[in-house]
């Protein structure tokens, strides 16, 4: 069974950092695209980063709303991924989802086919 | 960036309904659009990929169409299981893009 558990929420405070985890299991991790994707309450999904295999140098994307603050990272030989936060603001609470990356054949993009359940993040003093 | 402009915000069917909501994205994206169901608390859940494709295990009365700028997704028999709120995704061009949402209500 294909399984996502993300770690690593909590609350911080603004100009803190923080750094989440993402464990998989029943896949090869290595041969994926590995998505963050973050949902404010109440809001709508709003994707924060990639990261991509081996094979492409495990080239990273960001959303401007991170990029020079978020950092994705893997170790493929712990089946894990990561999101290093730095100076959070308030903007930043959110349920952030680990997502797997899937190519349906050579010729097509990435898609988010699988989710974690997410793990929350606030912001506040 | 892409907009992807989803329509409507809300909506209110019976069961046995059928229900389709749109998704515009503000420039041509190919067929790289994705379809996730969420329900309240819970992660979105993958339910169509390149436009038109059947993430597997999902029931065939999903189905999704369009090309280019303008995509929808159609529920052919609209059941108590389908309420929540459904999201399109582009992911043609960086950074990937979601539509604001539509939330199903069941009459």
């Known amino acids: 069974e294909v399984q996502l558990v993300e770690s690593g929420g909590g609350l911080v405070q603004p100009g803190g950092s923080l750094r989440l985890s993402c464990v998989v299991s029943g896949f090869t991790f290595s041969d994926h695209y590995m998505d963050w994707v973050r949902q404010a309450p109440g809001k709508g999904l709003e994707w924060v980063g990639r990261t991509k295999h081996r094979a492409e140098n495990y080239a990273t994307e960001y959303a401007a709303s991170v990029k020079g603050r978020f950092t994705v990272s893997r170790d493929d030989l712990k089946n894990s991924l990561y999101l290093q936060m730095n100076s959070l603001n308030s903007g930043d609470t959110a349920v952030y989802y680990c997502t797997r990356g899937f190519q349906p054949d050579p010729r097509q993009h990435f898609y988010m086919d699988v989710w974690g359940k997410g793990t929350t993040v606030i912001v506040s003093s | 960036d892409i907009q992807m402009t989803q329509s409507p915000s809300s909506l209110s069917a019976s069961v046995g309904d059928r229900v389709t909501i749109t998704c515009r994205a503000s420039?041509?994206?190919?067929?790289?659009l994705a379809w996730f169901q969420q329900k309240p608390g819970k992660a979105p859940k993958s339910l169509i990929y390149?436009?038109?494709s059947l993430q597997s295990g999902v029931p065939s009365k999903f189905s999704g169409s369009g090309s280019g700028t303008d995509f929808t997704l159609t529920i052919s028999s609209l059941q108590p299981e389908d309420s929540g709120t459904y999201y399109c995704q582009q992911y043609n061009i960086y950074p990937l893009t979601f539509g604001g949402g539509t939330k199903v209500e069941i009459k």
């Open positions: 390149a436009t038109s």
């Open positions: 420039q041509g994206i190919k067929n790289y």
